[in-house]
């Protein structure tokens, strides 16, 4: 495989990602899609560091995991307590909560 199918994969689940984004109502799917899109930045980082022929795609490739774990733990907190005060997962819903 040659660095373009990489890009082209990784702009495909990109795309795929942002559109689960948008059109999707549930938290979890909307933190699958968001998981997603990154992980397609990953794979379009480690394609570049091999056009390149160094490791810096690989360092941002680590710091991006290091975001999606974090960005998962505080996402899944969130949906586990407005599941327990709203008893549902629908994105909708979200939009009624005031500060």
Do not use: C, Q, W
Not at 19 to 31: D, E, P, S
Not at 66 to 95: C, F, P, Q, R
């Amino acid at each position: 495989m040659t660095p373009e199918h990489y890009f082209v994969l990784s702009a495909i689940l990109f795309v795929i990602g942002a559109f689960g984004v948008i059109a999707r109502k549930n938290l979890i799917i909307v933190l699958m899609s968001l998981e997603l899109m990154l992980n397609a930045a990953n794979l379009a980082f480690i394609a570049f560091s091999r056009v390149h022929g160094n490791m810096t795609g690989h360092i941002f490739m680590i710091m991006s995991i290091t975001v999606a774990a974090a960005e998962v733990a505080v996402g899944l907190a969130l949906v586990v307590a407005v599941y327990s005060h709203k008893d549902s997962l629908n994105v909708d819903i979200l939009k009624m909560l005031k500060g």
